[in-house]
């Protein structure tokens, strides 16, 4: 006990609490004397006093928690499916996901999820680690082919440019309202993840984790099921996901940490497309396969108990491994991701807290075709006998390179608080400077040979268009011939910008009235305007740790390389034809263009907010009411009038778009656990409420102006419902609980009945035509069971089992119309290992 309380004295002595690593509230706080901690002598410490401790930080952390922030502790607790960052969020609120990533038919895939925030797009948030951005800024805008056969663009990653383990994070923050000055580039809000710092002493971690179909409960509709067996509809409900993990830390010096962690997520997806499309008896296609690695390095050195530098390096990509429908040697690799280099600097030096960070980034969003040059498509024959359906293609589509390069320099300061005109200030200031480049490139011509015809004649040695055999027996011909070439040439474009922001504002309290006003400026480089963002928050304590505040607020989102990087690339073709094997072809030249480039204005949101806060008993109360209305959001408008070079119609980005959002979200947890039957609990609960209306659907959209028919009623396209990522009503319930070893942990999660727009072309009325159809509501409840023993020293193996879906509810993630997809029903993840 004497070495114990000796301890205890050295850190009050060094102003450290116990709690600090997991609820520090300033950004100062979370650089720790590293150095001064190290010199302690924690061997003098036996197991039972080190378990006390940890007993010590957690409730400290619940006492202090912040508001949508998560600690790793609390990571630890969340079930994740694939172990992205927002994978974590699903608890908070003021998120909400795209019923369409539950679906049990794409159980498979390992891409992150978008979100959106407070109802803006799922585009238009920010996402950072330890500052440096790893957002999808070249065409974010999330698509999937199934048959990966478009010539410019395939299945795309979203809006979050790397795949990022959530293992490698010490807290994930969402600023979703009221957001300070400091933080810009977004519409919804703002999420800043925070990588590990390595512990004192040497740690590591090895560990397997397991889930797959034969884990899971698939829906499928009924009505579909043949559609599914023969392959008509995508099927990537028959998987195995295995992900390993190893990791290592420690302090190499006394003032010097090291953090390594690699983790590699793998899933196998059975490919039964392509064995009902495809004669087994013929040729066999691989298995799927998608795989996302993560190597992670950090240091943290203690120049000084004043200075402190943290270089990092994450390396993290995912490729995807399938083959084109129906068509041979149609194997491709669709890769996404790259790295991230970031240089931190924290500086407490007289009077002010400095905190610099540069980082350069470099992702990806590219297809590799293994055939790249030539594709074939012949009528079905004795010869070209493989495909089961009406044409027999073979090779593969045009390789295509997208690259997204970011250099950053961020310089933040923080005064400490002064008295001055009767309040006590705290004032923040900083700048940001970001250079990008886009770029896009086919790297060598592709020729498409199609368009079948019958032969009567020989065919030229070698020659591939042109095949004896019995496809036009019926009309007397001797076989086949492809009379028509399509080229598509090389070409490579690139997009720069460079972007500047700086931000001040005075955080003042004057005895129980807080105010902060304060200013972020903006230069986007995209278009040389210069936005001003105003902020400003100001907030009452009219009884103790009980608070009302009012926010009024202006948020500018972001622009893409997607409005620019394209042009030029389209008309980029040119199809020829003859009307005879031997005879010449005819070309028409290259294509038109398609999108005129405009400048554009950048899209911003106004937010007007009101809420309280406060303790009250054991309850901390969060009521919230949050008011956004986007305006100069980007939208694309089909133009249908002739111009020059781009024949007599075409598509261009507008800032015609607009929506307007009204959300009510009440949270309350208990401050202190709650101790029921001997066994510490926490609870946490939230009900939310939204009500929106858009303009437009993504930034792709041509069709907003285009008369509807809607229930009956012509409409513009513009006034139909928002669908996707709007859910009216959500109740959501966390618990968690800690014994002898064991953690559990409860997640359920309400969604009412929402809307799903059925709707088709009318060739009678030359629109289309939508009815509306409520989706009924459903509940989920997810749980984690956590089991660690130890072994031998500070050997302990643990546990991790999750079960989502526990009660395997049966419910509608989407209508396609004549048939539904279903979320997955009850799924198991196992996840075994050892750390140290």
Known sequence: MKKTASFLVAVAALNLPLSHSVASRDAHQDSLNLTALKALNFSTLNAAEVVLDKVEVSADANATKEPGKLTRADMDLITSKNHGITDLLKGNPNVAFSAKNAKSVRAGELAPQDISINGASYYQNNFTLDGASINNDLDPKKRTWNNHNNL?????????????????????????????????????????????????????????????????????????????????????????????????????????????????????????????????????FPNDRQTNDNLFVKGVWGVSD??????????????????????????????????????????????VFLEQTLSYSASQNSRDYEHDT????????????????????????????????????????????????????????????????????????????SAPKSLTGACEPGDKTCV???????????????????????????????????????????????????????????????????????????????????????????????????????????TCERSSYGGAYTCGGLANNRRPIRELKTPYDDEFSAYYRGDVGNARLNLKYVRRQGRDEVAMKYVREPLSGYGNGYSIFTNEGQSKRDIVTLSAANIAPIEIWGVKNDFEGSLSFTKQSRSFEDYEDDEMNDNVSYDGKTIKKSE???????????????????FSGFSVSNFINYTSKTDALLGGWNRTRGMYVYERQKLPAYATWDMRIGYERRLFGDFRAFVNLDINNLLNKKFIASNEGNYYEYGLGRNFWLEAGMKW
Do not use: C
Not at 729 to 737: I, L, Q, V, W
């Open 306 to 351: 004043k200075f402190t530098l943290k270089p990092s390096f994450l390396y993290s990509r995912l490729d995807n491994y399938t083959s084109a429908k129906r068509y041979l040697d149609s194997q491709l690799t669709l890769k996404y991701g790259g790295y991230v280099a970031t240089l931190e600097a924290q500086a407490d030096l007289e009077g």
């Open 720 to 738: 139909l419902p928002v669908v996707d990522y709007h859910v009216p009503f959500t109740a959501k319930f966390r618990h968690s609980a800690k």
């Open 152 to 284: 410019w663009s395939d299945s795309t990653i979203g809006s979050q440019a790397m795949s990022v383990d959530t293992d490698l994070l010490g807290s994930v923050e969402v600023l979703d309202s009221a957001v300070s000055a400091r933080y810009g580039g977004f519409q919804g809000g703002a999420v800043n993840a925070k990588t590990r710092d390595p512990k004192s002493g040497f740690h590591g971690v090895l560990s397997y984790s397991y889930t797959g179909g034969d884990w899971s409960k698939i829906y499928k509709d009924a009505s579909a099921a043949q559609r599914y067996d023969d392959g008509d509809l995508a099927d990537m409900s028959d998987f195995k996901k295995r992900r390993y993990r190893v990791g290592a830390e420690g302090y190499l010096t006394q003032n010097f940490g090291l953090l390594l962690d690699y983790s590699r997520h793998r899933s196998v997806i059975e490919n039964h497309y392509n064995k009902k499309q495809i004669n087994q008896n013929l040729y066999s």
């Open 468 to 574: 004896i055999d019995d496809s036009f027996a019926s009309q007397g011909a001797v076989g086949q011939y492809l009379s028509k070439k399509t080229y598509y040439y090389a070409v490579k474009t690139k997009a720069t910008q460079t972007n500047l922001a700086f931000y001040l504002e005075d955080e003042m309290r004057f005895g129980a009235f807080k105010f902060r006003p304060g200013l972020r400026i903006e230069r986007n480089g995209d278009n040389n305007d210069v936005n001003l963002a105003p902020r400003l928050l100001a907030e009452y304590e009219f009884a103790d740790k009980n608070f009302i505040g009012l926010g009024l607020n202006r948020y500018y989102g972001r622009n893409f390389f997607a409005y620019k990087v394209y042009n030029g690339v389209y008309r980029m073709y040119e």
């Open 374 to 449: 030539e594709y074939y498509v012949y009528k079905p024959s004795n010869v070209k006998n493989w495909s089961t359906s009406g044409s027999a293609g073979i090779g593969g589509y045009n390789d295509f390179t997208q690259k997204q390069n970011t250099l950053s320099y961020k310089f933040d300061a923080s005064m400490k608080e002064f008295d001055a005109f009767s309040a006590v200030h705290l004032i923040k200031s900083g700048f940001e400077l970001t250079r990008q480049i886009g770029g896009y490139e086919i790297p060598k011509t592709y020729v498409h040979n």
